[in-house]
């Protein structure tokens, strides 16, 4: 260790695990006091005075948390110590957002508030995550029904489109709903898929990999091979179809070909994917009005025709401008405008935290994901059995892909997509998708280090 | 596998650098454009959340914020029309003006030199209060200038001629601010539009805006100027004394103002040209000088310079490639010469202050809500437009001027005064403009004024500049020579 450069001391660093329980106890600790200061900045701010009503804000998500805490500290001893705290902050800096655009609400005399439901949902998001710790000891079990998951994210993503239950907001297919409640089925699905795609691989992965013929000194797999592949891009692109979101869409079709490429090493298959991706999405621009105003409002969010248009770039050109008021340091909680934005409670609340927390702000929660992201990864990089690797690998950028097709879309990076921001946007589903995905992460860390067998 | 794994990361990797740089792009690389965008909001909303600063002359506040129960919070208040013209108006309907816009980040906060008070209230919640702003008017001269002005169309500009720092200015007629800084739409936008429609442009500072005026005889200032600093003549440098000029190349001729030649004799000196404020030598002076030597010396006194005091001044202009006739009508400030009456004070503030220019500032201090000095004015010099000598030389032509001369209304006894009066002409039928500028005590300036008259002040061609504008520049200084 004596002469360690920068650079290899990144790899080194992201080796040493912080597994220990305690260290993430104090964490949790941290990250309740940055969310009490948070809701206690947006109550001055806004009210001038602070009040008890807080509380509900912030005691039952901490609670919840440390459930979480105490579930691991009984089953799954050895998990990550960061994947909680890192999750919970997002969580809890959501909720301040979400209850910061209520106040505003309230000042103008609306009724439309989401906080307090999201605190409960996020309470019992996070119960759902630890009863996947409680219940899954043993990540390998999974692997036996990789068929199940597969018809289950299916019959998920046809549900939208169901007649009576299926419905569509602001253009996108993605919701089903049965009187108050409504549910975005894609967003479980994800995690069905990928338990799918993992057991279905690391059983398929030997023909898959195998070299059929070579063009351009590049392997081609046989035509049966390539079987797969195209019956998934089949289906991606019936999801544009159908859901009508191109994000639900990019997301399931990356998620599939950084999957088969994991498994089989063959980096032909990411490569023909994009491209069948790309023309998919293109011939769809051209086909589809909604895809092409999409790309209309994304190649000239600024100009007046796209930003007066119905369904235009409206949106997006007022999260731009909240951004930009935002600037380096941001207006700071509960001084900015967010309330402009339309849907900055869900949709846009990237764009409403860039606001007032500005770059900085920006820069903090992007890293944040970035370091989930990778605390996955490195469950896949240490995991001993194939089939947790290639599921904690698909978990992991499965966040990171949907981060970057919000984030993207939101910054204008992208074209605009329904897709929910994991852990801040208000919204049960997504909140329930992202914790499981940390009750699964934390359960493969925790085995990550024990030989294990089916 | 774990090579994919690690090159999966790297893809991930790419994709969150793709993020932060967008990110970066829109807060620091294009937080301006957004920011300014006409259907941003968020710029107007954020002036109504913060106290604004006050605006004070000499201690005193003249305009003030306070707090109001309703959406706006803080309704500005303007104690006094008499510095209209220079703090502006501050409107939620229609924009604002004057101080109250050149100075408007530092009054509402949000300038870059309050980055840590933004920081505080970033911290405690509580948005910025803004600076105040300390003008350098001096209130008494301001009310001693409008009350001498009166009822007259004109301005009044007064100024400390070491330092630039400006003491007076009025312009009339004016507006008053509280009728345009209301919360109610309607009668902010009627006041607004009936000022606007108005055909003396009350909403406009005449002391550095609008069309300018024609300098008639405060110009010959500047010709003497040049024509002492070229070396070629000196203030008894001779010209045929006539009674009529036929301007070259024309068949037109021009007269004295006294329509006789100027003084007796058959030639008469520059310094007498100068102290009769006689046009027909400084026609024949111009031709000679050539129009190239008067732009440059009239350059060099701040014309057709963009100058923030920090109102924005329109630069005053000397007319390009001219005929030779017109070049003659020049030399007495006619044709196309336009002439702000705050460029009139620069030009006798550079004769006062031994031939260097200082800029004019109208904005002493700055000071934060937590009583930080966020900046002070300090003394620039903007050129040196002449020599030392050939200011005192103008001087000395200027206090004759004043005793025995054309502008012997600006008088006072027991001090020497130096001063040039103007009576311009505007069109064969149109009034005069009315000017006078001068400075006292002649041998140590305490103070510079310039005063404009517009329509002849009321009397149409029958008026001059020493009958009219010089009584007016008279009481501004009485005041300081009372002191």
Request: with cysteine; net charge negative.
């Amino acid at each position: 260790m004596s002469n360690v450069s920068l650079t290899s001391a990144i790899p080194l660093l992201l080796k040493a695990v912080p597994r220990s329980r305690n260290f993430e106890a104090v964490l949790l600790f941290w990250v309740a006091g940055i969310h009490a200061f948070a809701l206690s900045q947006i109550q001055l701010a806004v009210n001038q005075v602070m009040s008890w009503d807080m509380l509900l804000y912030w005691a039952p998500p901490t609670v919840s948390a440390w459930i979480l805490h105490y579930v691991l500290r009984k089953y799954a001893l050895n998990a990550d110590g960061l994947l909680l705290p890192l999750a919970f902050l997002l969580n809890g800096l959501g909720i301040a957002m979400i209850y910061r655009l209520d106040l505003a609400e309230i000042t103008r005399g609306g009724t439309d508030l989401f906080a307090e439901r999201q605190v409960w949902l996020s309470c019992f998001a996070m119960l759902i995550a630890a009863v996947v710790v409680r219940l899954i000891p043993n990540p390998l079990t999974l692997r036996r029904f990789p068929y199940l998951a597969g018809a289950g994210a299916v019959i998920l993503l046809m549900l939208p489109a169901a007649p009576v239950i299926g419905r569509t907001v602001n253009g996108a297919t993605l919701w089903v709903g049965i009187g108050e409640l409504s549910f975005q089925p894609g967003e479980i699905a994800k995690i069905l898929l990928a338990i799918f795609f993992a057991g279905y691989l690391v059983s398929r992965k030997g023909p898959l990999s195998e070299i059929g013929s070579r063009v351009l000194g590049m392997k081609i797999p046989g035509a049966k091979d390539l079987g797969p592949v195209l019956l998934f891009w089949v289906a991606s692109i019936g999801v544009l179809v159908i859901q009508r979101d191109l994000g639900t869409s990019i997301l399931y079709f990356g998620l599939f070909l950084v999957m088969i490429y994991t498994a089989t090493g063959r980096a032909f298959y990411v490569g023909i994917g994009m491209v069948m991706m790309i023309t998919g999405a293109l011939v769809a621009s051209r086909l589809f009005d909604y895809v092409g105003s999409r790309f209309e409002s994304w190649l000239n969010p600024l100009s007046q025709e796209n930003y007066t248009a119905a369904g235009g770039s409206y949106q997006l050109v007022q999260g731009l401008f909240g951004m930009a008021h935002g600037d380096v340091i941001g207006s700071g909680l509960g001084s900015g405008f967010p309330q402009l934005i339309p849907l900055a409670e869900s949709d846009f609340i990237f764009a409403a935290l860039g606001e007032e927390l500005g770059l900085a702000g920006v820069f903090a929660i992007l890293a944040i994901y970035l370091l989930i992201v990778y605390r996955g990864l490195r469950v896949a990089n240490t995991h001993q059995d194939e089939f947790s690797k290639l599921l904690a690998l698909g978990l992991a950028f499965v966040i990171g892909l949907q981060v970057f097709i919000v984030c993207g879309g939101v910054m204008g990076l992208l074209p605009l997509t329904g897709l929910t921001t994991p852990f801040l946007a208000a919204g049960g589903s997504s909140l329930l998708a992202n914790w499981s995905i940390i009750g699964l992460l934390l359960v493969l860390s925790d085995s990550s280090l024990k030989r294990v067998s089916a | 596998m774990n090579r994919q794994v690690r090159r999966v990361g790297l893809a991930l990797t790419v994709m969150f650098i793709a993020l932060f740089a967008i990110a970066s792009s829109i807060q620091v690389v294009r937080t301006q454009s957004l920011y300014q965008d006409a259907r941003n909001v968020r710029a107007a909303y954020e002036t109504y959340k913060t106290q604004r600063g006050s605006i004070l002359v000499g201690q005193e506040e003249v305009v003030v914020s306070g707090a109001v129960n309703d959406q706006y919070r803080f309704l500005r208040e303007y104690d006094s029309v008499l510095y209209s013209p220079v703090v502006g108006f501050f409107s939620v309907f229609t924009g604002s003006a004057g101080i109250e816009r050149s100075m408007n980040s530092l009054l509402a906060g949000q300038s870059s030199a309050q980055f840590f008070e933004q920081i505080n209230a970033l911290l405690d919640g509580n948005p910025v209060t803004g600076a105040a702003v300390e003008l350098s008017l001096d209130p008494e001269l301001q009310r001693a200038a409008w009350d001498a002005l009166g009822n007259r169309k004109g301005a009044v500009v007064a100024l400390e001629p070491a330092t630039g720092r400006i003491l007076a200015m009025v312009s009339k007629p004016t507006f008053d601010a509280n009728l345009l800084s209301g919360h109610e739409y309607e009668p902010v936008n009627a006041a607004y539009r009936a000022y606007l429609e108005d055909e003396d442009q009350p909403l406009i500072n005449r002391a550095i805006a609008g069309d300018l005026y024609h300098p008639g005889s405060v110009f010959k200032l500047v010709v003497a100027a040049a024509a002492l600093e070229s070396g070629r003549y000196s203030t008894t440098t001779t010209f045929e004394n006539l009674a009529d000029y036929r301007l070259p190349g024309t068949t037109t001729t021009i007269q004295n103002s006294s329509g006789k030649t100027c003084g007796e004799g058959t030639l008469v000196t520059l310094e007498q040209a100068l102290i009769r404020s006689c046009n027909i030598p400084f026609a024949m002076l111009a031709v000679d000088l050539g129009q190239d030597r008067i732009r440059a010396q009239a350059e060099l006194m701040g014309f057709s310079d963009d100058l923030a005091i920090p109102l924005s001044v329109t630069p005053s202009t000397y007319p390009q490639e001219m005929e030779l006739s017109q070049v003659a009508l020049t030399g007495f400030g006619q044709f196309d010469v336009r002439v702000s009456p705050l460029q009139m004070a620069m030009v006798t503030a550079a004769i006062a202050n031994q031939g260097v220019l200082m800029k004019p500032q109208l904005v002493d201090q700055v000071v934060a809500s937590n009583l930080n000095v966020l900046s002070q004015l300090s003394p620039q010099v903007l050129s040196s437009p002449m020599s030392r000598e050939t200011a005192a030389l103008i001087t000395r032509m200027m206090v004759d001027s004043v005793e025995f001369g054309a502008a012997t209304n600006a008088g006072i006894s027991q001090v020497a005064v130096a001063g040039k009066t103007g009576t311009a002409q505007n069109g064969v039928e149109d009034p005069y403009t009315l000017w006078f500028t001068g400075f006292v005590p002649a041998e140590s300036p305490e103070i510079v004024v310039t005063v404009v008259v517009e329509d002849g002040g009321g009397i149409g061609q029958n008026g001059t500049g020493n009958q009219i504008a010089a009584p007016i520049a008279k009481a501004v200084m009485r005041v300081v020579m009372d002191r």
